[in-house]
């Protein structure tokens, strides 16, 4: 699959999930408004998030495959992470938020949340969510789309916070009639804090990631290991004395720098020859990703540095 062919299946993709989290965003509101449940309606505003970064992520995957320019002569492969930050520093935004305001419902007494008015919505979103999620997974791997691997994670914490307000919701029903009843204003509050705190590891972790890429850190994969792997085969097959490599991954584009120190005697190598050996090395380590190369040869080391 070429570039151009992977930028439209993202595209499709990502229009399909705007659609079909809208309809859930939409049947949310009202549920979570007419059963007075804090949890439906944090799953309402998680899902319209979703759908705004997802709108977001249509925008930058349409403006990223544009052309490179005089403003920006190395590309636009850096606003991929950016877009990727900004969708996980909103999501860790709102779970800190509703974990602040269900503290305060907690506080305050609770709340009562009416069952039958929740129950369809959320057994159908379970489902939905749940198919949604591994259809997504699925087409994240077969085109290795950070997008749609975010739209992926979107629908799994989705299934999760549906399931986990009919679990909650389910037992305030059956403690009705007990002697721990006084428990049940706590429970919708309670558990909108529990899965704030357990959703957050994954934006997290998406955050760390990506605010990596921005700042250029070393993207410590097997792409990296194979690029430092092949340049010392190549420096030592030709008898160089030393080889620097830099990689950094930023989206899906690698910036590779590769410089070689010659030895004195082949201080006069043919150019012709030199670009042989850039085009053997791009040979052994080109693959299913962008890059941008830099070659180079020299025979003194300050210039590698």
Not at 75 to 95: D, K, N
Not at 173 to 191: C, E, H, N, Q
Not at 239 to 249: I, P, Q
């Amino acid at each position: 699959m070429n570039e151009r062919q992977k930028r439209l299946r993202e595209r499709r993709l990502i229009k399909l999930s705007i659609i079909t989290g809208s309809a859930f965003t939409i049947w949310a509101i009202i549920v979570g408004i007419a059963g007075d449940s804090k949890s439906i309606i944090f799953d309402a505003l998680f899902s319209m998030v979703g759908i705004s970064l997802s709108g977001v992520s249509l925008l930058v995957n349409n403006f990223v495959r544009k052309p490179d320019d005089d403003d920006l002569p190395f590309g636009r492969a850096q606003f991929e992470p950016f877009s990727m930050t900004l969708q996980s520093a909103v999501i860790i935004f709102l779970c800190l938020y509703s974990l602040a305001t269900s503290v305060m419902d907690i506080i305050g007494g609770g709340k009562l949340v009416e069952l039958d008015i929740a129950l369809p919505y959320l057994i159908a979103s379970i489902i939905g969510c749940f198919l949604l999620w591994l259809y997504f997974r699925q087409k994240a791997l077969q085109i290795r789309s950070e997008y749609v691997r975010i739209e992926a994670t979107e629908w799994q914490l989705d299934a999760l916070l549906s399931t986990g307000v009919l679990v909650v919701l389910s037992l305030g029903y059956f403690l009705r009639d007990t002697s721990v009843a006084f428990l049940i204003p706590y429970l919708d509050p309670g558990m909108v804090i529990i899965i704030s705190i357990l959703f957050l590891r994954i934006p997290v972790r998406t955050f760390w990631k990506n605010i990596r890429e921005l700042l250029q850190f070393a993207p410590d994969d097997e792409v990296e290991e194979k690029i430092h792997q092949e340049a010392e085969a190549i420096s030592k097959h030709y008898g160089f004395v030393d080889e620097y490599v830099r990689v950094a991954k930023t989206g899906s584009s690698y910036t590779i720098e590769i410089d070689f120190l010659l030895p004195e005697e082949l201080a006069h190598t043919q150019v012709k020859e030199l670009d042989g050996i850039r085009q053997e090395l791009y040979e052994r380590i080109r693959g299913d990703y962008k890059m941008w190369l830099t070659i180079s040869f020299t025979t003194e080391r300050k210039w590698m540095i």
